[in-house]
């Protein structure tokens, strides 16, 4: 555990405030404040300890932090009631620093665990088992039964569910086919061989890009003509098929 | 070794987590506890003075086979296996609070850490670390955390009582000194 002097100086000299998780907690700064100054945990200075808190959770920017805020109050309530006056020897004095010293006692005991489980777990973690863990097979899900109209339902209920469903209206665009067949094939009589590209000219709308590509597979498969890409990645070439007639 | 002892490091070589001695039963309904037992000795024996690269060892109320701590580093190095995440500061104390106070519920553990504590229990509650033990019978009936054998594993430690003992710690809780 860092000590919070670094921090301290820092702040005194305008630099940046860590205020990171470098404390678990208020117990964890009062302990480590504790152990700095090098003070018996069974009498606590607690005015000195208590100016000291106020100091560091300023510093480290946890004044804020209701748990810190806790923690100094406590201490100057204590700091309090080590001021008043005592009274006769007859009554037994309680010292208000009691809860405070069992407190961070049981505390510190929870830390010397955490130092023992650190290393039984670094210890652990020297050692491998086997790596591999079989997924287990997830179940098949059972064959779906049902007609359609239980799934129309289904789907009415889903929408009834929904806000406000969102309905996009489609504009049909017919594809001109025919304009690209006619395109193709006069490109056919013309040239032995050309490329997509001429094909789609300048300027292609996606319905003609979606027309040429249409009517080239169909006159394809009617072997009308051949799409071949002589290498890879270079564009494919459209020449004369088997079945092409010159119109 | 006999046929059981190769069947025992067989299925321990299988299963992807530690073997409970009442696990083994089911590999072979004729073999008593003892014989397990007498098996488990032996494989230990026959790893510790073959001069191998594991060993048995008894975690979370069984037995694995596990690499030496020797070969550690070389296996990291070449990143055929990979160590567990390590836990933060927060995390290990409401573990190690939980391991000695089971089953406990959030406000003590809150009130002796002096620090809320919600995101780190369900943290470890994710991680497999911490499981509901169950509710409490006070106002409100507060959930209840336990370890779970995965804690175990994680700490190689055969059960609970592997931790050290409160007795045993540097500061032990002892009553205030009486006043002078």
């Keep these: ?247 | 070794m006999d046929q059981r002892t190769r069947l025992l490091e067989a299925a321990l070589y299988a299963a992807p987590r530690p073997l409970a001695l009442d696990e083994l039963g089911i590999l072979d309904a004729e073999a008593t506890e003892d014989d397990w037992k007498k098996a488990l000795a032996e494989l230990k024996e026959h790893y510790e003075t073959g001069g191998h690269g594991v060993e048995l060892v008894e975690l979370a109320h069984g037995w694995q086979i596990l690499t030496l701590p020797l070969f550690a580093e070389a296996i990291e190095r070449a990143a055929f296996a990979a160590r567990p995440a390590k836990l933060s500061a927060a995390a290990l104390e409401v573990l190690a609070l939980v391991a000695y106070r089971q089953p406990v519920g959030r406000a003590e553990i809150e009130e002796i850490r002096g620090v809320s504590c919600g995101g780190v229990l369900r943290m470890l509650q994710e991680r497999g670390l911490l499981e509901v033990a169950g509710r409490s019978e006070g106002l409100g009936r507060p959930i209840l955390y336990a370890t779970t054998p995965q804690f175990l594993e994680l700490m190689g430690l055969a059960d609970l009582s592997d931790l050290p003992r409160t007795e045993e710690l540097a500061v032990a809780l002892r009553p205030p000194q009486t006043e002078p």
């Design chain 1, 1 to 247: 555990m860092t000590t919070p002097a670094g921090a301290l100086n820092a702040a005194a000299n305008g630099g940046f405030v860590v205020s990171l998780e470098r404390y678990t907690g208020p117990l964890d700064l009062l302990l480590s404040l504790i152990r700095q100054e090098e003070i018996d945990i069974w009498d606590i200075p607690i005015a000195r300890i208590a100016d000291q808190f106020l100091l560091a959770i300023h510093a480290l920017g946890l004044d804020e932090a209701a748990e810190y805020l806790e923690m100094a109050a406590r201490l100057l309530r204590i700091k309090a009631q080590m001021l008043l006056p005592r009274r006769g020897d007859e009554e037994p004095w309680e010292d208000p620093r009691h809860e405070l010293v069992r407190r961070l006692l049981e505390y510190q005991q929870i830390r010397e665990v955490v130092d023992w489980l650190t290393a039984a777990a670094r210890r652990r973690a020297d050692r491998y088992s086997r790596g591999y863990l079989p997924q287990l097979p997830d179940q098949p899900p059972p064959p779906l039964e049902l007609d359609l109209r239980e799934l129309m339902e289904a789907v009415e209920r889903v929408l009834a569910m929904m806000p406000d469903p969102v309905i996009f209206r489609v504009m049909p665009r017919p594809l001109d086919l025919e304009g690209a067949n006619r395109r193709i094939l006069s490109l056919l009589a013309e040239h032995a061989t050309f490329g997509w590209r001429e094909l789609l000219g300048e300027r292609a709308s996606i319905a003609d890009v979606l027309s040429a590509l249409v009517s080239l597979l169909e006159l394809a498969r009617r072997g009308q003509l051949t799409i071949v890409q002589p290498r890879a990645f270079t564009p494919f070439e459209i020449g004369r098929g088997p079945a092409y007639q010159a119109a």
